[in-house]
């Protein structure tokens, strides 16, 4: 198979990769892992899959290596990385909900705003948009890089960190207290530029996005279908917050319609029992793969 007709994919190693996986998986991509590869096997033969830490992957995007990757925002930043952003994808280790990378200090620190930080020394994994940020602040202090187990860094071996959360739990498990955001971020694809620019590899690119995308628009939406007789057709739809219009088909019996709907998962347990009540019978909840716009 010719060069131009395999499209080469970094997928992050780490803690995004189980996530990334199953996101892959519900778009209908099956990805399979051996331990000790970096090259996992997929079921599309024109797409080539490495595993890269998300920390590196917009460097080897930027140098062509990679035609195009899954990595945080954060990572992109920090490495003033000249990729293209082709389209977030809301989801994270343990959630579909942004991570947050803040200033935190000891509970008892006299450390109280960015300001207090003049002089002082902080640890982080996220060294060099850390020192950019504190620079247009102008606030001058020491950063150094951190190997890892950064909220145990304070007070002894820095003075506050830079570091990343999703619920805050493990800084509070520390006894850590947040002072500022400095950045929040989520996954994105990126792409490199000239990559982008041929229409073979950009078709694959924009393919592959949509099924993402249609994926996590599906995490946290559910189908409904239900029985509705035509007296209680009114009111049943009245209920149902739709993405669009629901779908309504007359069923063989003579007066009776069959409703399709797409609804937040997270309005199912208070809305079953108004539209039972309402007049709606066989009530039947499904999980969905993808939904597309």
């Not at 952003?85 to 803040?102: C, N």
């Not at 539209?275 to 993808?290: D, F, H, S």
Request: hydrophobic share 40%; aromatic share 6%.
């Amino acid at each position: 198979m010719p060069e131009r007709n395999v499209l080469r994919l970094g997928l992050p190693k780490g803690s995004l990769q189980e996530s990334t996986l199953k996101l892959f998986r519900k778009a209908g991509y099956h990805i399979s892992v051996t331990p000790r590869s970096y090259y996992p096997a997929i079921d599309a033969a024109e797409i080539q899959p490495m595993l890269i830490r998300a920390q590196e992957m917009a460097r080897y995007v930027e140098y062509g290596i990679l035609d195009c990757g899954l990595t945080g925002y954060d990572w992109v930043l920090e490495q003033n990385a000249d990729v293209k952003k082709v389209t977030e994808l809301r989801y994270a280790k343990e959630g579909l909900r942004p991570v947050r990378w803040v200033i935190a200090v000891p509970e008892d620190s006299k450390i109280k705003s960015v300001k207090d930080l003049n002089g002082k020394r902080i640890a982080t994994e996220l060294v060099g948009y850390t020192k950019r940020y504190l620079k247009s602040k102008g606030i001058k202090a020491t950063v150094d890089f951190s190997w890892g187990a950064t909220e145990i860094k304070p007070p002894h071996l820095a003075d506050a960190i830079v570091e990343l959360t999703e619920t805050g739990m493990s800084l509070r498990a520390n006894k850590l207290r947040e002072i500022e955001t400095v950045l929040v971020s989520s996954t994105v694809f990126i792409a490199n530029r000239k990559s982008w620019k041929d229409r073979w590899k950009r078709q694959k690119m924009e393919d592959l996005v949509m099924l993402l995308r249609g994926a996590l628009e599906a995490e946290e939406r559910v189908g409904m279908k239900m029985n509705v007789p035509e007296k209680s057709l009114k009111k049943v739809l009245s209920l149902l917050p739709a993405m669009h219009s629901p779908t309504i088909a007359a069923l063989t019996v003579e007066g009776w319609y069959d409703i399709d709907v797409v609804i937040e998962e997270r309005l199912v347990r208070d809305l079953i029992p108004k539209l039972k009540e309402a007049g709606a019978t066989g009530i039947v909840e499904y999980q969905l793969n993808k939904v597309i716009p």
